[in-house]
Nanobody, 124 residues
């Protein structure tokens, strides 16, 4: 069992930066690949980024490549999402999730555990 708690979401001006964190409970955190998804108002949840259990492999949605960076610290049972050059269209609830799969990370149904989400609002 893995419990996930996101933090770091806030109101940010366009062009700003933000770092989201996801803290995991449980001793088996390092066994899981981790992903970030987001859900904008009135839209379906969409994949943002994922990272392998070791941190050696990362994968991004085309829409965020170059602006978003996913990382993890297994010693701290945490995964992070660094976001630069924020745009109003990045406004969404951001969720972290844990997956036992080694591929297929863009699919939400490949994730076993989900956090409650953290709100990111980009507005001037």
């Amino acid at each position: 069992q893995v419990q996930l708690v996101e933090s770091g979401g806030e109101l940010v001006q366009p062009g700003g930066s933000l770092r989201l964190s996801c803290a995991a409970s449980g001793r088996t955190f390092s066994y899981y690949a981790m992903g970030w998804f987001r859900q904008a108002p009135g839209k379906e949840r969409s994949f943002v980024a994922a990272i392998s259990w070791s941190g050696s492999t990362t994968y991004y949605a085309d829409s965020v490549k170059g602006r978003f960076t996913i990382s993890r610290d297994n010693a701290k049972n945490s995964v992070y999402l660094q976001i630069h050059s924020l745009k109003p269209e990045d406004t969404a609830v951001y969720y972290c999730a844990a997956s036992k799969f080694s591929s297929g990370w863009a699919r939400g149904d490949n994730y076993d555990y989900w956090g409650q989400g953290t709100q990111v609002t980009v507005s001037s």
